[in-house]
């Protein structure tokens, strides 16, 4: 039997010009949602926590941090203990820095004896969650935090922030949703009716949106933005019904004006007028730096239909530019309406329900679509976001199943995760990242050298810089070799298979057993060594395979909770790549051509 029978695919990474570094935050029980560029090259990344539960056992309470600052080299060099937020569970859902260094977060917490420094608002119902909104200095000591949601209590309804944004003089912005009738507001809604929460029959969702001053002591405005008429008519589709204007993303322009989009259902969202609009569920609204005008208020997208109901565009990211135009990205139940000359003007999809993902312009008054193009294929394709870079270009993350997914070929069942950038006008890609699933699941963003910042949920940190060549040796992903998806760290014994560029010769060598029964620790110039053991000596892995673009190997048994790998390729020595230990998830099952087990 030849080793080629044993790998799943030798996967075409990518295409294009890049170089990267791979990293790796150091617990293996929390979902990472977001990473924030600093100074630096420095990053913040931040989110939740997993705990791990068996049913002979309690939870596994060894808690990972809510934030980690990470240098460049990927080294965590500040964390926010989960403790830092109270005895309850917190969760983080955004944060922004300001131009001293000050990381503003939002998101929601159960924790009672949540800390509250110089608060706006001190009350929150007995156990349940509610929104909170902080900011920590440099070394995360917390400056300013309250609460952010409805006073009254008991209260059933929940609020959540879902976005936070900065400005210029390092004011706060928070996007979320409520259901809480009395969340604090400073005027009328923006839209019709109110929130509703769920001791009513029809719960009632709106977006809400609130400026804080940069130290935390004034609520500068907080107004609501939505609808309450539901899209049903009547019947069993109208039973227990929830109407809802849900934010994904808010944006400051250089004169203070708030942008959000999200996601709405309410047929009477409030559409400004003179403004492009195709009524499609995915809202995008601008609202004045003082908070007193909705300046403009429009959807785009499609609203589709199934068995079950309606189903709607969802905007899940947005940028906004110097020039003040409008970036969008999301999803939508199938192909919306293109304008000519792009990318994508049309999709045909094959695997009902169609879940499309779009990109969009607007003009700086939303009178104008300045373009709009489907990005999917015959199969799904999500979109996880968008960002722009230092010279307005537009760059996309997401995920397809599309076989036909422009710039890619040879898309696997499983799927590929994506990195792309598209030209100005949105009619052509200037060059695109093929990814294994799991290697990015959140949007883009830059950080300060201008290296594109990719995401997984996991913790691992793929850092791309667009403009160097593909010809340094580099690890972009590590798997389980028995599972096509991006792995969070590695386990003793298991087979592993890093992708990457440069990494082995030209031509790829299968490893073969010596006298001894063992694999070579050195292939074709290659050799992966494996420090984290009981003692200082770093161990050889032994190598299945070598080539350029991958390196299959066994990781030795002894290993700690965290393991340190040195790659030595033909040309080069890679930098030291720090990656925890994780439970083995991948079994191997060789199967013959006649479908026999080997």
């Known amino acids: 039997m030849t080793l080629g029978r044993i790998l799943f695919f030798l996967l075409p990474l990518m295409a294009s010009a890049a170089t990267s570094s791979l990293s790796f935050l150091p617990y293996s029980n929390a979902t990472a949602l977001g ?70 977060i939002a998101g929601t917490t159960d924790s009672d004896d949540f800390p509250l420094v110089h608060p706006l608002f001190v009350q929150k119902p007995a156990y349940m969650p509610t929104g909170f909104v ?11 935090s309250t609460f952010l949601g409805g006073q009254e209590i008991p209260q059933l309804a929940q609020t959540a922030p879902r976005s936070v944004a900065v400005d210029s003089a390092g004011n706060a912005y928070i996007a979320g949703q409520t259901e809480d009738p009395d969340f604090p507001t400073t005027g009328p809604v923006f839209g019709t009716g109110a ?18 001053s940069a130290d935390g002591s004034k609520l500068l405005f907080s107004r609501l933005l939505g609808g309450s008429a539901m899209p049903c008519v009547g019947g069993s589709f109208c039973f ?11 944006a400051v322009d250089t004169s203070g004006n708030l942008t959000v989009a999200g996601t709405t259902n309410a047929t009477n969202f409030p559409i400004t007028a003179n403004v492009y609009n195709t009524s499609g569920a995915a809202y995008i609204a601008r609202i004045s730096a003082d908070g007193s005008q909705l300046v403009w208020s429009t959807e785009l997208g499609i609203v589709g239909n199934t068995t079950l109901g309606p189903t709607f565009s969802s905007a899940e990211s947005l940028a906004v530019d110097a020039a003040g135009n409008v970036y969008i990205a999301g999803s939508a139940p199938g192909p919306i309406a293109a304008t000519p000359g792009v990318l994508q003007p049309s999709v045909n999809p094959t695997i009902l329900p169609a879940i499309s993902g779009f990109v969009a312009k607007l003009s700086p008054g939303a009178t104008q679509l300045l373009y709009a193009t489907n990005l999917s294929g015959s199969n799904r394709s999500v979109i996880y976001g968008l960002t722009l870079d230092s010279a307005a270009a537009v760059w996309i993350a997401g995920n397809t199943r599309s076989p036909d997914f422009p710039g890619l070929s040879n898309v696997p069942s ?24 799991a290697t990015v699941t959140d949007a883009p963003s830059f950080d300060s050298s201008g290296s594109l910042l990719l995401l997984a949920s996991a913790g691992n940190l793929l850092r791309v810089n667009p403009a160097t060549a593909l010809t340094a040796p580099a690890v972009w992903m590590i798997l ?11 386990a003793p014994g298991e087979l592993l298979t890093l992708y990457g560029t440069a990494l082995g010769p030209s031509t790829g060598l299968v490893g073969q057993p010596g006298q001894n029964g063992l694999f070579p620790t050195n292939l074709g110039g290659v050799t992966v060594e494996f420090s984290g053991g009981p003692g200082p000596i770093a ?17 030795p048994f002894a290993l700690n909770a965290l393991s340190t790998i040195t790659i030595t390729t033909p040309t080069a020595t890679l930098a030291l790549m720090t990656v925890p230990l994780i439970n083995s998830i991948g079994i191997f099952g060789v199967v013959n051509q006649d479908g026999t087990v080997n």
Request: with cysteine; glycine share 10%.
């Open 539 to 555: 161990v050889s892995a032994p190598l299945l395979y070598v080539g350029p673009g991958q390196i299959n190997l066994q990781v």
């Open 240 to 250: 227990g019904f929830a109407v809802y204007s849900t934010p994904n993303a808010i």
């Open 414 to 437: 499983t799927g590929l995760d994506f990195a792309l950038e598209l030209n100005a006008s949105a009619s052509a890609i200037q060059q695109i990242f093929a990814l294994l699933p």
């Open 134 to 144: 902080a900011k920590l200095d440099p070394n995360l000591n917390i400056l300013f």
């Open 195 to 212: 929130p509703e929460g769920h001791q009513n029959p029809l719960t009632v969702t709106f977006t809400f949106v609130s400026k804080i």
């Open 480 to 490: 389980n070799s028995a599972r096509p998806y991006a792995a969070g760290g590695v």
């Open 35 to 104: 990473v924030l560029p600093m100074a630096n090259g420095s990053v913040a990344i931040y989110g939740w926590l997993q705990l791990t539960c068996n049913s002979t056992g309690p939870c596994n309470q060894t808690s990972p941090p809510l934030l980690s600052l990470a240098d460049a080299s990927g080294n965590v060099i500040e964390a926010l203990a989960q403790s830092a937020l109270g005895g309850g569970d917190s969760f983080i859902e955004s944060a922004a820095v300001d131009g001293s260094g000050n990381i503003w």
